[in-house]
């Protein structure tokens, strides 16, 4: 094996900000040396951990006889819920996700006991090895049963405006429909893994793959009994998140924690995928159903919509994600009198959780659909509606919630795109493709995003950096936010690189540490640059304003004259390395390590009745989707996209590209081909790859062209930019009208009745009740 | 006999002498070589993470000078250690030079930003590696297929087609050393059965072996390709008992076209058998293009494929359709029998105790035949599917006078359905007759809902494509399939 690290020289830009910058572990990356959890040396006496998992829905636990578990060869602890010194206990929010179960079990898959041996396949093997058994209880496993039995994980919530009942009544035109949408497996290809390394007096290290190390560290600690300051965990990399590495590390940290606490010895929990596929939370699915009024344009009067999600055994983010629905049933839509209506299912499926969009794609598609069914109940083109009701004007200009609309640019990116994709000589194309085509019709689609970028648990607005540069003038940079692939790490690299003016090369990128900044938020709600960009820049800035005070007084100059810059310090005729500058700074004992720290401003919502608001900024796209359907087989192929995206003043348009393609492919596969099948027992039937299908690389057209709005921030946020890694995702929910589209074209006339995700069956099926009511 | 597994890697030989059978390479480089840049993502041959690459010595054996190394992409998650005997072993960290200098797939797929989160790169680099070595100037259909078995959550794809369309083929260093390989991969040339210390795995050389060994031990599990076998051990962690791995066996891996039939040896990959047949019949040819991944048909076989008694296998239908028939041998003795009535029930075969697949013979196309056949899954490349059929018609005089309606994923078995046949005989193949027969179909399956989809969509979708075949017989100018490969706007529908 190469000894050396892989080569790839890049230059070097100054200013690195805003510049098409690589991510900083692509070399490692293509040659098999970034370091994943599993990768990393394992320490002698490793433990490898595996889970008993519960056979049923939703049981009572009568027995469970371990003996054969701890008799396996290789064997070295089994740990139940009685081996828990601390509190048995992961939920992030609520505490009702036990580690292990002690009496009740409430899904398939739930984690019963651990057992921990030699080796992976010994742990795995000892593991299904245990008798239990069940007195089974009533499983309410879909939103149906749901509803019926009226099991709810938290209250509804209502966000209420105008008179939107009064207003249906009198409106010139009233349709009502519904629409369920599929949940969605992350398939992060790095499956949820820990290794816990015991330290002395009780410490805990724990290297971990999640997006949320300080809320890792905080569970683990309440597991196993300890204050927080006794566990680090940390993390360099994940081999991708999506949410799902949010709250769902914690139970993985924990027991591998747990069993090294007990054994005094490291310990690694990897799951295997299946098992990960049945034991960790998914998107949540949705079933929508409204009543609108609308005159003869298409403009809404009045909207009264209900929004229901299958939350699963526990509380998890559950709130939020509802929450984050509402916000976004709106998407680009003035509507005047409106009621949304949300309902959080229990049932006893796993717990779902955050998944990129965090429930603003459920709420997204449901108010979409509602335009599309007014555009084809009215006969008109879906764009030419969506128009219609788009947010304008200082009399619409207030979302349902109370949030005014200040930065609204969908209008013109709606505009823009409809030129350069061709939008309108496509769908003529497309008419006289179809009228021709007997078997295969094609549907294209133009749909808007508008996406609220923070928290909506406003205090989770707030993020730490510390640096530290070295005599050399060499920079370490640390801060809160983890690295999933995004290109955080480069990113806040940059910024930091441009505060000291020196190239990119001396700032060194490190693992996140929950003992170098406390008290993080997890990366997520797209907010990873916003929030550690700008805590970066404060700490970095700090360190600078000491170095410009030394050398400032030293030239007898005012600091304000100074310019860092290209590795120099500059101000009129006087000229300093930066390297020089800093070993000068440290002889003159200067201070070189700061932390900075930084919350969002504006920020305020009523966690009750959601008014205020929860929004600093939005971010803003536009898609065009082309497919092709068949008619007699229901197979759909996506023949062309075209996105417009909205990332403020880019930090890295090139990394923000990959970001907004990688979305819309994401949510192509959600809302087309990724189909989780749970069984009426409450069993997941797609765990893994052969049968759970997220898109392949032939799914993605030649055609897939994406520009970026290169416009500046209303808003003060890290150079302008904005947030990337959720909005683009909602940008597929064109794909899945275009299908729409070419399902109308098949026959028949009024709204398209089709379900997410567009699976063949679907789409057929969609094909046939429109075939057949158009011959009745 | 030999008792040690012997492969190529970096320039040298490496012997394995006390590795236990159903290792798997993925265990074997991560666990045991601590070589840990070959990722694990599903453990189940599905998302390409595990890729690597071996080198298999072909040309004209014997001939020094005309022979080379092919170069292919595998699965090391579900691949015994066993495949890699006689066999260059290539894994990512073996790419980039000794001082680090990234090679050109590399050096590509970092110059146009392929790859985010890392964990699927690795695979993605090999599945790159091998297509560098195999193919020139790979097309945008070319780059899809090679890319297929690997998964991507993060990129989109995009940049990474950027970075094979962009890698060039300059020589490198393993073209640069291939004589000094090949005279390797001479010097562990095996003739004799490979037999593990414990007494349980063996690898016959021949298939006369293969025949002694079968009869020693009636019950083993025989071993091909091993992608379905690999997951008996790593999913289900089965005890397999005695292993027979037969992928080393030459003689039965030929593939000749003699007397109007194609046949195929029983260890010919699938990658090598649809070679000939897309060639001879274009719609196989885009079966096979859509049959697992590359990485899974460059190990699978297609007598594992038929031997496994599956259902769902994709291949079973359409070689039904063609008539094709199966050689079994046990023995010194040989028999032939069509491939339909080989199956007898879900998983059960016609194959007795000690006997093997040894070829699938396929006749080839004649003026008065016609066939089709159709795949319909969830996702389009790589993937199981819903519903499979492989259609055959003999006609004479605008009359057909034999029917062969074969399909997957609508019983316990791959099986053709006799009432909607009996519906064509006798008759022209028009709308009329097609409608009929696809009603019929009714009659001839109850298929099961499950995951992949409900008996109302399998009935009705099995039924539409005899009326799409039947439609396009009628009319040949007339798209009537989704394309595999969307070009350009318009361009493809």
Redesign the interface.
Known sequence: ??A?????PAPIPFPATHQNI??D????????????V??M?EPPGLLHVALGQSAKAHARILSMDLSAVRTYPGVVAVLTAADIPGMNDVGPVVADDPIFAESLVEYVGQSLFAVAATTR?AA??AA?LAKVTYEELPAIISIADARATDSHILPPKRVERGDPLGTLSTSPHRLSGNLAMGGQD??????QISMAIPGEDGDMHVLCSTQHPSEVQHLVARALGRPDNHVVVEVR??????GGKETQASLFAAVAALVADRTGRPAKLRL???DDMVMTGKRHDFEVAYDVGFDDQGRILALDIILESRCGMSTDLSGAINDRAIFHADNCYYLANVRITSYRYKTHTVSNTAFRGFGGPQGMLAIEGVVDDIAHHLGLDPLSVRRANLYGGPDRNLTPYGMKVEDFIADGLLDRLESTS?YQA?RT?IAA?NAA????K?GIALTPVKFGISFTTSFLNQAGALIQVYSDGSVLLNHGGTE????LYTKVAQVVADVFGIGLDRVRITATRTDKVPNTSATAASAGADLNGMASFNAARTIRDRLSAFIAARWGIEPSALRFANGKVMASDNIISFDDLVRQAYLARVSLSATGFYATPKIDVDKETLIGRPFYYFAYGAAVS?V???T?????????VDILHDCGTSLNP??DR?QV??????GMGWLT?E?L?FDAAGRL??H????Y????????????KVDLVNQPNQEETIHRSKAVGEPPFMLAISAYHAIKAAVAASGGNGPVKLDAPA???RV??AV?ARQAGAGA | MADCVRFVHRGQVVTLSDVPPTRTVLDYLREDRGRRGTKEGCNEGDCGACTIVLGTRVGVLGVTEAESIQYRAVNACILFVTALDGKELVTVEDLAGPDGTLHPIQQAMVDHHGSQCGFCTPGFVMSLFALYHTEADPDRPRIDAALAGNLCRCTGYRPIVDAARAMGRAPDTYTAQMTETLALLRSIERHETLSHPGGTAFAPATSDQLADLLLAHPDATIVAGGTDVGLWVTKQMRDLGTIIHIGGISDLAGITHTNGQINIGATATVTDAAEILSRLYPDLGELFRRYGSEQVRNSATLGGNIANGSPIGDSMPALIALGSTLVLRRGGVTREMPLQDFFLSYRKTALQPGEFVAAIRVPEPSADRLFACYKISKRFDQDISAVMAGFGLTLKDGIVTEARLAFGGMAGTPKRASRAEAALIGRPFDATSAKEAAAALAQDFQPLTDMRASADYRLVTAGNLILKWQMEQALPATATRVPAFARAIGGAA
Do not use: N, W
């Open positions: 094996m190469s050396r690290p892989p080569r790839s690589r991510h572990s692509a070399p490692l990356h293509v040659a098999g040396t970034a370091r994943y599993d990768d040396p396949i795995r093997a299904r992350h398939f992060y290809l790095e499956g990399r994940m081999g991708g998140g999506f295997d995928r299946d061709s496509r194309a493709f085509s007997p078997v295969l094609r999933m692939g995004q290109g082309e092709v359907i068949d007699l087989t229901g197979e759909t192929k996506l023949l062309a090139v990394l990959g393609e990688g979305a819309y492919v994401q081909m189909e099948v039937r797609t893994a790859p052969s049968t299908k997220i898109p392949g690389c032939g799914d993605i057209p030649d055609h897939f699976t063949p069956e057929l099926m046939r």
